[in-house]
């Protein structure tokens, strides 16, 4: 029991009852445990409903309040364990199920005692991608249709928001997580074994061996996991499970509470999701804090962004589904984003409209051997090339960004250092500038390979030296002979760069651990041996009439 205590606005919260564990049926016999929490006030009220692979007590506490403290706003609110797991019945398969669980669910919560019959979806990460899969279950079955949802950091095309990047595998983030839901199902199974080298492997990521991308556990007990189907990379597969394929025709009018971060892995799916949800007419809310995919607090990376940086998710979520499941308030509309630069949130009614700003590379051919050679200017300077070196036994490591170790807004001035590393940066900035949206790298380059890699960094360098990164973008050209300039897209990011302050560009070949190391020839990536991978050569063109630039979204006043 929670005892009560008032809250913004004059409400205050209820009582809770719970959690009551109770089954739902499927039509083929197959139960799903749900621990439900009720508000001890006179219904009827609103379902919240939470499906998840964790452990329903988890009920991504990890990000978000405890469901009771749901409950207590007055809602009932149900957390489900997916198919074969937690104490669900049936065998688990890694979205599979979750059209036609979610469908089923939906139906069922609707009818649950006390419930109004109005419903709402939401959860972070796989319960925020399971939520759209529920929604395709209704309508290829006419059932109950979510009455709004709040996917949180979620993906709207798995393989491409999730699994790869620019045509690339990331490496180690796909196999400490396929290590986490594998040791769980071994768990499940009763299988102490493989639940021990699996847990072990997960927390050390093991990238380290002789084919990297097949480390020894997940290859001993692949039946445990989706790791070797994320690494076939059949186009089938993936069709199968995108949210994005799934709703191709449905109408997405339904009100959603799109969430995301700037630093987050899956950031592009939030953003297409919203696209796609604001042109199905329904009103639509759009949250970027500054935060990776966890935790959402003030500190992300390096940097201490203050306390308006600190989560305010679960206030959103509420007054989100307040106006749409129980009519009290104005519905939360527009946009809200989180300005890095200026530690603060910006409100928006819609996004904003930017202009494109354009920065030359430029050097005098030692943009890798140090930090201070390379430029970006306003204007092309004369024809030049750098030598960017890729030496596979020490590749040059991925730091900050969604995808690095560690990750966030760090401090890259040492990795610049590095000879491997071509480093462009433009003069001080005599004015403050606002960038806002998805950042373009455009490069001329040749290699002495067939395949190679390039991975973008934009940062932010202070006068004391700290190169603090702002986003990243990974691209694998896989034939080196199809005309360029190469076309990176680096993540979305919103950042007022003050006055005094300058930006950099740094090119690597590599981004080591976070993607496999690229081997210099077309070979699958199951297939890919440390042994066999050539070191590299990239050349990088630049000036005259040559394209090598980077193109800034400049917020328009």
Not at 172 to 200: P, T, Y
Not at 240 to 262: N, V, Y
């Amino acid at each position: 029991m929670h005892g009560a205590r008032p809250i913004s606005g004059g409400r205050r919260l209820s009582t809770v009852s719970g959690p009551e564990t109770v089954m739902m049926r499927c039509a083929d016999g197959v139960e799903l445990a749900t621990d439900i929490y009720r508000p001890d006030t006179p219904g009827p009220h609103p379902v919240l409903m939470m499906r998840q692979p964790y452990g329903r007590r988890i009920a991504s506490a990890v990000v978000f309040a405890h469901p009771a403290w749901y409950a207590a706003h007055g809602y009932i609110v149900a957390i489900q364990d997916s198919r074969g797991r937690g104490d669900s019945g049936g065998t688990f398969r890694l979205f599979a199920n979750d059209v036609d669980d979610g469908a089923t669910a939906l139906d069922w919560a609707a009818d649950l005692p006390g419930a109004s019959g109005k419903v709402g979806l939401y959860g972070f990460s796989y319960q925020g991608t399971s939520q759209f899969l529920a929604m395709a279950g209704a309508r290829t079955r006419g059932g109950k249709r979510p009455d709004a949802i709040a996917p949180t950091m979620a993906a709207w095309n798995i393989r491409d928001d999730w699994a790869y990047e620019g045509g690339a595998f990331r490496l180690a983030g796909n196999i400490g997580w396929a290590c986490q839901m594998g040791a769980e199902q071994a768990r499940l199974a009763g299988d102490a074994v493989a639940f021990a080298a699996l847990a072990a492997a997960g927390r050390g990521a093991p990238v380290g061996g002789a084919t990297p991308a097949l480390p020894d556990a997940l290859v001993r007990y692949a039946h445990y996991t989706h790791y070797q189907d994320w690494l076939n990379d059949d186009p089938a597969y993936w069709a199968t499970i995108a949210p994005s394929a799934h709703l191709r025709e449905d109408a997405l009018d339904i009100p959603a509470l799109h969430i995301g971060g700037w630093q987050d892995t899956m950031l592009g799916g939030t953003l297409a999701s919203h696209a796609a949800f604001t042109a199905g007419g329904a009103p639509q809310r759009l949250l970027i804090g500054p935060w990776q995919h966890m935790p959402w607090g003030r500190n992300v990376g390096a940097l201490d962004l203050g306390a308006e940086a600190a989560s305010c998710i679960d206030a959103e979520q509420i007054a989100f589904f307040d106006a749409h499941l129980r009519g009290i308030g104005e519905p939360p509309s527009g946009v809200r984003l989180f300005d890095i630069g200026r530690k603060a949130w910006e409100d928006f009614a819609s996004l904003p409209q930017t202009r494109d700003v354009v920065f030359h590379l430029g050097s005098n051919g030692l943009a890798a051997a140090t930090p201070d050679d390379g430029v970006l200017a306003a204007e092309p300077g004369h024809k030049g090339v750098d030598w960017l070196l890729h030496d596979p036994w020490r590749p040059a490591p991925a730091i900050g960004g969604a995808t690095g170790q560690p990750g966030g807004f760090q401090n890259r001035a040492a990795i610049d250092d590095r000879g491997d590393v071509a480093v462009y940066t433009t003069s001080p900035l005599t004015a403050p500038l606002t960038l806002f949206g998805e950042i373009a790298v455009e490069l001329d380059v040749d290699c002495d390979q067939p395949t190679h890699d390039l991975y973008c960094t934009l940062s932010q360098v202070s006068p004391d030296g700290r190169a603090i990164t702002l986003t990243t973008g990974f691209l694998r050209v896989t034939d080196r002979s199809i005309p360029g300039p190469r076309r990176n897209a680096l993540q979305a990011t919103f950042c007022t760069v003050p006055q005094g302050a300058a930006l950099r560009l740094s090119v690597q070949a590599a981004a080591w651990p976070a993607f496999m190391i690229n081997p210099g020839k077309s070979v699958p990536l199951p297939d890919t041996r440390l042994m066999d991978c050539a070191v590299t050569t990239v050349r990088i063109l630049h000036g005259g009439d040559r394209k090598s630039r980077v193109v800034l979204p400049l917020l328009l006043p």
